[in-house]
Nanobody, 125 residues
Framework: QVQVAECGGGSAQLGGSLRLSCAHSEYPGRTYVMGWFRQFIGKEREGVAAVTSGGTIRYADAVKGRFTISRDTDKNMLYLQIDSLKPEDAATYYC???????????????????WGQGNEVTVSS
């Protein structure tokens, strides 16, 4: 069982920046993927960014150029930097960990068995 917990989030101003953090326990395997997902009210969870243990990064088209995923492997930490905040960035953001199975599955929530509790992000004008 991999423990996952997000921290950070909260409220930030329109056009500003926000950094989400995620702590996770050691994954019991050589290759794994860590991802950030978000869920809008009444919508399904969607992948926004992910990084594999080998360093491959994938972003959803909707967030390219404004979201940056990074990790600290020594500390088992995952981060998501959101710049130029827009109203449509307001959502609940989740961190997740799973087995790396390829590029096509990196942003697919069904491929992630371990999830954090989610942190709400609000954008104020």
């Amino acid at each position: 069982q991999v423990q996952v917990a997000e921290c950070g989030g909260g409220s930030a101003q329109l056009g500003g920046s926000l950094r989400l953090s995620c702590a996770h326990s050691e994954y019991p395997g050589r290759t794994y993927v860590m991802g950030w997902f978000r869920q809008f009210i009444g919508k399904e969870r969607e992948g926004v960014a992910a990084v594999t243990s080998g360093g491959t990064i994938r972003y959803a088209d909707a967030v390219k150029g404004r979201f940056t995923i990074s990790r600290d492997t020594d500390k088992n930490m995952l981060y998501l930097q959101i710049d130029s905040l827009k109203p449509e960035d307001a959502a609940t953001y989740y961190c997740a960990v799973g087995r790396a199975t390829g590029w096509s599955s990196m942003l697919r929530s069904d491929d992630y068995p371990y999830w954090g509790q989610g942190n709400e992000v609000t954008v104020s004008s």
